[in-house]
């Protein structure tokens, strides 16, 4: 039961013997579609973005601090004194509990994290991150040498805004939490005074903070942008991964299907002869009533289908059984110098009666001499007696044809029998040079083959080095050419000098 369900046809192949690469690229094609089906507010979607947070917390964790140790010292040269370095330490304290809540959630897988738990952790160390810039923003300066300190302080104010919107883009309503209630400071304590650069520094700081949060929108745009074109990729990779170990799998099938059916076919030459030379031996003895005579005459006409029954099988066989030899590579090829113009003569004669039962002329037009080819004799006769024998098979009755032998252009030689037959329509010139492929017009045709003479001529020609071709049109005829490679011609060697000459050369020394 196992073995039938394992060579059962399957939509989906996969390489059993991969099975561990099978199951994590199907699980990636998994992640990665319902990557790409998520909008924000899904779980799996916010973990991504809340990931990306807290990398850009992590990698610019030390930006802001910096600026802040900048500003401390600035401010404790121009005069604040400790209050400065109060809120400096305060503000880094601040910013360095957020970079260890990020670091937390970089470190730990995405599948494992809580988001709703880890965004309210962010927004909780972001709120507290703005406490520190809170005290900053109630800070005064009555004994300092800065005459605008309001203004700086509007101007600090601003700095951090804008390099928090850029930090915190994937993360929603961070800039807000931050910096809501530093503004709301800075114009308290800006409203005792009310002077008019307070009054225009606490109107920027108040739009400064939806502008920022537009821009930290639009890269929030662009961020989950970024993920449906990175979580897109991934998605075709891992299908581009399943599409070859299908692929892959799928060839290999093929080939060990293919190589089984030759070794089987090649391997069973006995096997299917054997019987089949006893039916013919037999029914060819009782038809021509060699042991004497039969009483019945319908007996002698079933013995004589019999016959040919057997001899029609036996022919399909050998063909068979010839193109599953050339398949698996082995067809061995006896090389030997021959003529080409002789064999093919011979098979023009062996055709000669077939052909003038059907009133077809078989015209012949070779080169006066060529020289020899070193060949496969058996495998020449064989190409030149298919091309015949479809020829006749296919050319109606007072048609011709032209057989031709002579050189090719590169100095090899051809074999070229031309039919005035129905011809071939050219998209199925294919499936006729395929193995048991037939035309719209054999099938039609009462002699009907068995689709494997070409197959076999290209198969005999491939093995000699050569090529194959065939021309056709419909209702002007059909021309197939089997070339030979100019290094299968043998050049003429010179003569062997006789002992007379060796003598006179001998004396001219």
Known sequence: MALVRSNLADKNIVDRTKAHRNSDVARAVRRTRDRLSQQAGNPVFDRELLKLHAHAVVSGATAIPLLVLVIGAAGLFAGLGVDILIWAMIAVACYGGLAIVAQRADRTEAADIDASAVRRNFLVAHFVSGLGWAYFASLGCTDCRLDQFTAVKAVVILLAIAATALITSSLRGALIVTFILPVFVYAFTSATSWMPIETMMVGLLILSLPFF????????????????????????????????????????????????????????????????????????????????????????????????????????????????????????????????????????????????????????????????????????????????????????????????????????QYLSVKDNGPGIPADEIPVVLSAFGQGSIAIKSAEQGTGLGLPIVQGLLHLHGGEFQLHSKLREGTEAVAIFPPVRVMEALPAMPTVAVQRVAGRRR
């Open 213 to 412: 949060s537009y821009v930290a929108t639009r890269l929030n745009k662009s961020t989950l942008m970024l993920l449906s074109f990175r979580t897109e990729k991934d998605s075709l990779i891992a299908e581009l991964e399943t599409a070859k170990s299908m692929s892959d799998e799928a060839r290999r099938r093929a080939e060990e299907a293919n190589l089984a059916k030759s070794r089987f076919l090649a391997s069973m030459s006995h096997e299917l002869r054997t019987p089949l030379n006893a039916v013919l031996g037999f029914s060819e003895v009782m038809s021509n009533e060699v042991l004497g005579p039969m009483g019945n005459a319908t007996y002698r006409e079933y013995a004589r289908d019999i016959h040919d029954s057997g001899q029609h099988l036996l022919d399909l066989i050998n063909e068979i059984l010839d193109l599953s030899r050339i398949e698996a590579g082995r067809y061995q090829l006896n090389e030997e110098p021959l003529t080409l113009l002789g064999l093919v003569e011979d098979c023009c004669h062996m055709m000669e009666l077939k052909a003038r039962n059907k009133g077809i002329r078989i015209i012949q037009e070779f080169e006066p001499t060529l020289p020899r080819l070193f060949a496969d004799e058996r495998a020449v006769r064989q190409i030149a007696l298919n091309l015949l024998s479809n020829a006749v098979k296919f050319t109606p009755t007072g048609g011709e044809i032209r057989v031709r032998v002579g050189w090719t252009a590169g100095g090899g």
